[in-house]
């Protein structure tokens, strides 16, 4: 590299914001005391969820177990390549409670080790108990080994914490009023509601807001893992992380790492902040939908030569119909991936079917209207899981270990 991707000045605002929060140590302390189930029942209660996390144990007692499949149908591991279960769209607590209630009526469906969710980090989302409960069933019920929760720039926050920040940081942000003592970065290439997904477009230093967001939410409910969609926030978040082990980021598709060379950018950035370990907060890459399986085994034979650390690799096997082309599917190279030899993460936006609210509009519901849609959301998320369960059970049919969340498994 022949400059450095963050100045002094950004250094320092960065390492401000974490020290306002106490520093590393307090913040890892934090969120190592707040991922324990006994604590997030406790907090739940008090805040009104904890009958649904009670029913939500009973729920996810009733799934079916991957011994079972692989006993009946005389499965066995025999070929390299692992693969993991990934399904996106669980929208928070009522959503995802939905989605365990259907799929343990079903009674026949392996569920994902990976859980993705792109609601905005709202005030109310964070502080009312929705995110906590949505952790607590996901990561501490259902044995989910991520969970990913999404920080959109274009969210509307209090203007207390724009001014907070710039107190901090030294930074200003370019926002609006929108009454009621909220204000929001304003986004200038936002060219439809969803065209930008609320924070691609990374202004200024606008970076800053998106580490604080997270901040609070680390703080507020143990939640750990964050999508990450712009290059700015994916440097900032490197070093931002490198003290705070417990925190990590999945890169989104939407960066565009279609090819080799996007894919080398990426290594750069990783290995300019890695921790002094060696390991990297960067946990996951999703490959962009553009990409062939002969790109794909590139970009993984490129990482594994560069000596960095072990990064999960992700392909999107469906779309949903507002992502990209119509009848998206990637499952037959997912196989050529996997009979290679290669690790791989398969991951849903959708099952390939059209249903209401498989689109992006419903990350964008407000708080409110996500609540009432809950049922037409979580159906979404039920036939992802299907179609999830029904590609995974062929991938094991040919040989390859599949990753399954905790729930899904007798031990």
């Known amino acids: ?62 799934f079916a177990k991957v011994e079972d499949f692989m006993e009946k149908e005389q499965v066995r591991v025999s070929k390299r390549g692992v693969c993991v279960t990934q399904v996106s769209g669980f929208q928070g607590s009522r959503v995802t409670f939905d989605c365990l209630r259907r799929i343990a009526e079903n009674g026949n469906v392996l569920f994902p080790t990976e859980m993705i969710s792109v609601v905005a980090l709202t005030d109310h989302y964070v502080y009312s108990g929705d995110l906590l409960a949505t952790l607590a069933m996901s990561e501490n019920i ?69 580490l604080d967001t997270i901040l609070r939410a680390v703080l507020e409910t143990g939640a750990n893992f964050f999508l990450n969609p712009s290059w700015s926030t994916i440097v900032s978040a490197c070093y931002f992380a490198r003290q705070i082990p417990e925190i990590s980021f999945k890169i989104s598709m939407l960066l565009s790492t279609q090819n ?32 062939s399986p002969e790109t794909f085994m590139q970009c993984a034979d490129e990482l594994m030569a560069s000596g960095l650390p072990a990064i999960h690799l ?26 290679a030899g290669y690790n791989l993460t398969i991951k849903y936006e959708s099952d390939g079917a059209s249903r209401p609210y498989d689109t992006m509009e419903a990350y964008f519901l407000s708080d409110e209207e ?33 990753r399954f969340a905790k729930a899904s498994y007798r031990n």
């Not at 307090?26 to 996390?53: C, D, N, P, Q, V």
């Not at 200038?188 to 924070?199: D, I, Q, S, Y």
């Not at 996007?262 to 946990?283: C, E, K, S, V, W």
Request: charged share 25%; net charge positive; aromatic share 8%.
């Open 1 to 62: 590299m022949y400059f450095d991707l963050l100045s002094k000045k950004d250094l320092n605002a960065i390492d401000a914001l974490i020290a306002a929060s106490g520093g590393p140590k307090a913040i890892s302390e934090k969120i190592r005391e707040i991922r324990g189930y006994k604590k997030r029942m406790e907090i739940a209660a008090t805040k009104g969820y904890g009958e649904m996390l009670v029913q939500a144990e009973k729920h996810v007692g009733n």
């Open 142 to 210: 259902a044995g989910a080994s991520k969970f990913c929760s999404t920080s959109l720039l274009s969210t509307p926050w209090p203007e207390h914490r724009f001014v907070r920040v710039e107190k901090i940081t030294g930074e200003k942000f370019d926002r609006r009023d929108l009454g009621n003592g909220q204000s929001q970065i304003i986004l200038k290439n936002m060219g439809t509601a969803f065209g930008n997904l609320g924070g691609v477009e990374v202004a200024d230093n606008n970076h800053l807001m998106y």
């Open 260 to 291: 080799a060379v996007q894919f080398r950018m990426l290594m750069n950035i990783i290995r300019a902040y890695l921790r002094d370990d060696g390991t990297t907060p960067i946990y996951e890459i999703n490959i962009g939908n553009g990409a």
């Open 314 to 339: 992700t392909a999107h096997l469906r779309i949903n119909p507002d992502l990209g082309m119509a009848d998206f599917d990637w499952t037959a190279n997912a196989h050529k991936v996997l009979d």
């Open 370 to 402: 996500r609540d009432a849609k809950a049922k037409l959301i979580g159906d979404v998320i039920y036939h992802k899981c299907i179609r999830c369960d029904l590609d995974a059970r062929d991938i094991m049919r040919s040989g390859h270990e599949m």
